[in-house]
């Protein structure tokens, strides 16, 4: 599941220099969706790169042209949203009664014409009526965002075990910690958050809270070395992350995909070499470098741009951004480590350069390449699985 944080910036919260100080705050921290009135999408568009989802205001203003792009009735051109979303000033936030039959629901009418004029539904829970109706809605939202007044935890509880795979849903909250709470319920959590804050500091922790909501937490475990040696010179990579990495954080390599080595960042400082914080000498070209979401690249792969999985000693990960990756040629250590398994044991390696700026995790604390000796304790990740094209499969493939 991708989580997601929306951004309510519509008439409601404030006069347009309001909604676009908010609206900023959210650009800055990194929102995925602000949601405002179709008539500021324009503005909105031109603050900066972000998904909009607009209050659907004038259901007849437009139509499809030829070629089935939206246009004006009189031909003219307007910015378009990425989601139009119907229950303002409708049914859904309840300046029309709910009809007593749902067939009858202009918001649902809206959502269902053929047009696919609206992708989403907008809806206060003021009671289960309105509950319900935000039930229905999902049936044919691809977005369903719920605002609970009274009570916030159990019609989210309800709405995620009964719709919870038919649409995003997205849940209102007003802070870091509500949304913390949203995307805990169930075990299963809210698709989204709409945050309604002019805070800055909220807008920047809830963001916070939506990352780490993503982020896979790895059981990481040890391994005895069994052998270090020099092996000669080899193509070694650098990988150059934009951001700055913890002392605790480094990168998970090695020559085999079942058996990851974790090499920490150049975080510590030396008599003889700057620290790097953003700096991980994660190799040789040809060892794999875990990716977000399970996956591996080989090093020589890494350009600038691309994505790498970043991991701290207790196996919590997060993202980063390659900003440069530097391959140079330097003499190498193999290094070899036995790792306990259900059915016994198994053989991992790596090349790592042989440079006392190079540290992994041990038993004994923080130890530089140049040190490890037969019998030391190094943290690795391990996964009894075979890798096609950086992609885990179950198949027999030998290693060596």
């Not at 969706?33 to 909105?44: H, P, Y």
């Not at 977005?143 to 997205?170: M, Q």
């Not at 591996?296 to 792969?301: I, M, N, V």
Request: glycine share 8%; net charge negative; hydrophobic share 35%.
């Amino acid at each position: 599941m991708t989580r997601s944080v929306w951004l309510k910036a519509d008439d409601t919260v404030g006069d347009w220099e309001t909604r676009k100080q908010r609206i900023t705050a959210g650009l800055e921290s990194g929102v995925d969706w602000v949601l405002v009135d179709e008539s500021d999408v324009a503005r909105v568009r031109e603050l900066g790169d972000v998904k909009i989802a607009a209050f659907l205001q004038d259901t007849e203003a437009y139509v499809l042209d030829a070629e089935g792009s939206e246009t004006e009735n009189d031909g003219g051109a307007e910015a378009h949203a990425d989601a139009y979303i119907v229950g303002k000033d409708g049914e859904g936030d309840g300046t029309v009664d709910l009809p007593s039959d749902f067939s009858g629901s202009a918001d649902l009418t809206t959502l269902r014409r053929s047009d696919n004029r609206a992708q989403g539904a907008y809806v206060r829970i003021f009671d289960q009526d309105y509950e319900s109706f935000a039930e229905e809605a999902a049936h044919d939202a691809d977005f369903t965002l719920v605002v609970g007044e009274n009570w916030k935890i159990i019609p989210l509880e309800n709405l995620i075990a009964r719709i919870g795979d038919e649409t995003d849903l997205v849940t209102g909250v007003t802070s870091a910690e509500e949304a913390k709470t949203a995307f805990e319920t169930l075990e299963l959590g809210a698709d989204g958050v709409l945050l309604d804050t002019d805070s800055p500091d909220e807008i920047r922790k809830t963001v916070e809270v939506r990352d780490a909501a993503e982020r896979e937490s790895l059981d990481l475990t040890w391994a005895e070395v069994t052998g270090v040696e020099r092996t000669g010179m080899a193509d070694r990579v650098c990988v150059d992350t934009g951001s700055l990495l913890d002392h605790d954080e480094g990168m998970l390599v090695g020559s085999m995909g079942r058996g990851l080595f974790f090499v920490h960042a150049e975080t510590a400082e030396s008599p003889y070499v700057a620290s790097r914080p953003f700096r991980v000498n994660a190799g040789a070209v040809h060892a794999y470098v875990r990716t977000p979401g399970g996956g591996t690249k080989y090093l020589s792969e890494l350009k600038s741009g691309d994505e790498v999985q970043l991991v701290d000693t207790d196996g919590q990960t997060r993202e980063a951004i390659v900003g440069r990756v530097k391959i140079e040629k330097r003499p190498m250590f193999r290094v070899e480590a036995r790792v306990q398994t259900e059915s016994g044991e198994d053989r991992i390696e790596t090349l790592l350069q042989n440079a006392e700026t190079i540290k992994v995790p041990t038993s004994e604390g923080r130890k530089a390449v140049t040190d490890l000796q037969v019998g030391d304790e190094m943290l690795v990740y391990y996964e009894d699985t075979a890798r096609h094209f950086g992609e885990a499969v179950e198949e027999s493939i030998i290693e060596k």
